[in-house]
């Protein structure tokens, strides 16, 4: 009994390290191919990696600009609950900003693309496997890293800061909103209150985690994708690992950035 | 004096692969020389996909080596491995057309990857092809949209 519980969870950690190193190579492969690949005659394809963007960020501006925007209005009311009690309710625009901006934009933005676009990657690429798409592209000497895995990359790494800049804008608006309808505050009285309390270094923080979150969501879905094995059981297992491990990741990277901005000071 | 063409074209060497305790190549040694066509036999789980998969690059042997027109498929440098790719022709159990690409893109795609000619050239010689075997007018169809012999061609 113990012995098989020691070897279940040795079985579980090997696969937790091979997943994690093939993650790492395809990281590795997929970066050399984006920034080395262009100067060694493979060219990025511009053209397929718009359309790509606009999958991943276009499609994704309504939803993410709901979410963003009922996010900003919960804020605005929950910490003006919690700040008339203390007669501190003229604080509420800096703190609906500062959280929006630096945590909640990025974070939502980065978990709605990677359930509707991360899982549509790992669909696309695990049928693309099945069906012996990858295989035909690797006979003809066209690099699978290089015409799937680098436009996807690519397009997240531009389409998500900007869906995160718009998500900042909608969000507050959010709580501007609140601000007028609810709590009969000013709009020029919170607008000024918000840009008083913003510097660069907010939005950098948000637009750094969109960066890293678009890294994640980009190569967990093309692993996933590219590791489906067969059938159509396998794709649907790897749609949702590629969701599931991208929130995971995306939460432990923002954990880890945040540490980096609060060290820094 | 011109450069000698080997006459194996496909040459494997001992090859061994196996998947956890099986062992579906066992040293296996193969030669197919120009002009001849091999068909290869066997039932099923006796490796035939694996070896067709490592003679074409797709499987790496645990040992052994393929040798293609003399040159190592799985030591070759990229440039001769993509050289030698642009050669090789495999036709696909379930055709493996790229089925968000209509047939014209999919004729189109090795040109547009490998070649720099214009895209009105590229056009033309995409219809041309897929006039040949009777395709001419499922140019912008999807492979998703044409029956399997169709796909076959």
């Known amino acids: 009994m113990i012995s098989a519980l020691i070897r279940g969870v040795g079985r579980n950690s090997l696969g937790l390290l091979a997943e994690a190193g093939g993650l790492w190579q395809l990281a590795g492969t997929s970066l050399n191919r984006l920034f080395i690949g262009p100067f060694q005659g493979d060219p990025i394809r511009f053209r397929h990696s718009t359309l790509l963007m606009v999958k991943a960020g276009y499609d994704s501006l309504p939803l993410a600009s709901l979410i963003a925007l009922l996010v900003g209005m919960i804020m605005a009311l929950q910490s003006a609950q919690q700040l008339a009690e203390v007669g501190a309710i003229s604080l509420m625009p800096k703190l609906v900003a500062a959280s929006i901006i630096r945590e909640l934009a990025p974070l939502l933005t980065a978990i709605i693309v990677a359930g509707r676009y991360g899982s549509a990657i790992a669909a696309e690429l695990g049928t693309m496997k099945v069906s012996q798409e990858i295989d035909a592209l690797t006979v003809m000497g066209v690099n699978p890293i290089s015409f799937l895995v680098v436009p996807r990359l690519l397009a997240l790494i531009i389409s998500l800061p900007c869906l995160v800049l718009f998500s900042d804008f909608v969000g507050v608006t959010g709580g501007l909103m609140i601000a007028i309808g609810v709590l009969n505050l000013g709009a020029r009285g919170y607008m000024l209150s918000t840009f008083d309390a913003l510097g660069m270094e907010d939005l950098a923080m948000g637009l750094v985690k969109a960066l890293v979150f678009a890294l994640i969501i980009a190569l967990v879905s093309c692993q996933q994708g590219l590791k489906t094995e067969v059938g159509a059981e396998q794709v649907g297992q790897s749609t949702t690992a590629s969701v599931v491990h991208s929130i995971v990741l995306i939460i432990a990277a923002d954990l880890f950035v945040t540490t980096i901005f609060f060290l820094k000071g | ?153």
């Open chain 2, 1 to 153: 004096m011109g450069q000698t063409i080997p006459q194996a074209q496909i040459e494997a060497r001992g090859l061994i692969k196996t998947y956890g305790e099986r062992r579906v190549l066992d040293g296996l040694n193969l030669n197919v020389n120009r002009g001849e066509t091999l068909v290869i036999l066997g039932t099923s789980g006796s490796g035939k996909s694996t070896l067709l998969r490592t003679l074409i690059g797709l499987e790496r042997p645990d040992a052994g080596s393929v040798l293609i027109q003399g040159i190592d498929l799985f030591s070759a440098d990229g440039k001769s491995l993509k050289t030698l790719r642009c050669r090789m022709g495999v036709a696909f159990q379930g055709g493996a057309l790229f089925g968000s690409m209509t047939l014209a893109e999919n004729i189109d795609l090795p040109l547009s990857e490998f070649t720099r000619l214009p895209v009105s050239t590229r056009n033309i010689m995409t219809r041309i092809k897929l006039g040949m075997v009777g395709l001419e007018d499922a140019v912008d169809l999807l492979p998703s949209q044409i029956s399997g012999g169709m796909l076959k061609k």
